[in-house]
């Protein structure tokens, strides 16, 4: 009897049902109240704001864009001449063969307007050509990476161009090679010809005179309004004096100033229009700007 009031598992044991052990147990916690969390959140897992904040670098397509500015330098291991100069940079763009066609164009015609030395007109020390230049490079999506056309531009469409610096600019040590000589006995050679038949050189020069007098009607298109406007001018009229009566028909006013571009190149203002390839009936662009 007492071994059997001695067991633990007896009607008289002080733990009814039997003793307590690890497996009776709950295995599982208890449900949780609302509102508390199941597991207590790690450093680890929290979001810092400084974790969440992420540099904005913008489209990757984009490039960095500064505005357009001269390059100045000087040649040291070549002396350059205006006409080798010349002669390289026309085969330079003649021999582009990668990226698109239109943006090479375009680049060799903002180069064509920086190359020009300022006019009398202007007296702006290059100014107006820069402004001309960079409003091209906008119209055709032209970026460039640091504004100096030395270190290369993009298209629209991330093309890189590259371009070496003797066709960005003019070497401040460039040699103007002239044939003084020369040309002073061509001159010497026209006089004396003049001389022998001088009345025939006054019929010849009046003749030219006459012939070159006479008028041509030339119709140009507004980028600022899309209108044509007609001027009629003597065709041996400089572009520059063209220009002056497209501007009084338009009636532009004194802060604005045209540019004319003739199949795909800008026309000099110190030549003629038909020295410059324009033919009799075609349209110009007339590129208005403010000045």
């Given at each position: 009897?007492g071994?059997?009031?001695?067991r633990?598992?007896?009607?008289n044991?002080?733990?009814p049902g039997g003793?307590?052990?690890?497996?009776?147990?709950h295995i599982n916690?208890?449900p949780l109240?609302?509102?508390?969390?199941?597991?207590?959140?790690?450093p680890?897992?929290?979001d810092?704001?400084r974790r969440?904040?992420r540099?904005?670098?913008?489209p990757?397509?984009?490039?960095?864009?500064?505005p357009?500015?001269r390059?100045?330098?000087?040649?040291?291991?070549?002396q350059?001449?205006r006409?080798e100069?010349?002669?390289?940079?026309?085969?330079?763009f003649d021999?582009r063969?990668t990226?698109?066609?239109?943006?090479?164009q375009t680049?060799h015609n903002?180069l064509?307007?920086l190359?020009?030395?300022p006019?009398?007109?202007?007296?702006?020390?290059?100014?107006?050509a820069l402004?001309?230049?960079?409003?091209?490079l906008?119209?055709?999506?032209?970026?460039l990476p640091t504004?100096?056309?030395?270190n290369?531009?993009?298209?629209s469409f991330?093309?890189f161009y590259a371009?070496?610096?003797?066709?960005v600019s003019?070497p401040q040590?460039i040699?103007?090679?002239?044939?003084c000589k020369?040309s002073?006995?061509s001159?010497?050679d026209?006089?004396q010809?003049?001389?022998?038949?001088?009345?025939?050189s006054?019929?010849?020069?009046g003749?030219?005179?006459?012939?070159?007098?006479k008028?041509?009607?030339?119709?140009a298109r507004l980028s600022?309004?899309?209108n044509d406007v007609?001027?009629?001018v003597p065709k041996?009229?400089m572009?520059?004096s063209v220009i002056k009566?497209m501007?009084t028909?338009?009636?532009?006013?004194?802060s604005?100033?045209?540019?004319?571009?003739?199949?795909?190149k800008?026309?000099?203002?110190n030549?003629?229009l038909?020295?410059?390839?324009?033919?009799d009936g075609h349209?110009v662009?007339?590129l208005?700007?403010?000045?």
């Amino acid at each position: 009897m007492g071994c059997c009031f001695s067991r633990s598992a007896g009607p008289n044991s002080p733990y009814p049902g039997g003793i307590p052990n690890a497996s009776a147990r709950h295995i599982n916690p208890p449900p949780l109240s609302l509102g508390e969390s199941a597991t207590a959140p790690s450093p680890a897992n929290q979001d810092s704001p400084r974790r969440r904040r992420r540099r904005d670098r913008g489209p990757l397509d984009e490039h960095i864009n500064k505005p357009l500015r001269r390059h100045v330098w000087a040649s040291v291991d070549r002396q350059w001449a205006r006409t080798e100069l010349d002669t390289e940079r026309a085969e330079y763009f003649d021999t582009r063969v990668t990226a698109l066609p239109e943006i090479w164009q375009t680049l060799h015609n903002v180069l064509q307007i920086l190359w020009e030395p300022p006019t009398q007109e202007t007296n702006d020390d290059g100014q107006t050509a820069l402004q001309t230049a960079q409003t091209m490079l906008r119209a055709a999506e032209i970026s460039l990476p640091t504004g100096n056309l030395v270190n290369g531009a993009y298209d629209s469409f991330g093309n890189f161009y590259a371009l070496p610096e003797w066709v960005v600019s003019d070497p401040q040590n460039i040699v103007e090679r002239e044939h003084c000589k020369d040309s002073l006995g061509s001159g010497d050679d026209e006089t004396q010809g003049d001389g022998e038949n001088g009345e025939m050189s006054k019929e010849e020069k009046g003749k030219d005179v006459v012939v070159d007098s006479k008028q041509i009607q030339v119709r140009a298109r507004l980028s600022e309004t899309g209108n044509d406007v007609t001027v009629s001018v003597p065709k041996t009229d400089m572009v520059r004096s063209v220009i002056k009566k497209m501007a009084t028909e338009a009636e532009l006013s004194s802060s604005k100033k045209i540019r004319l571009a003739y199949m795909g190149k800008m026309l000099k203002e110190n030549a003629t229009l038909e020295s410059q390839g324009w033919q009799d009936g075609h349209i110009v662009n007339a590129l208005v700007f403010d000045r």
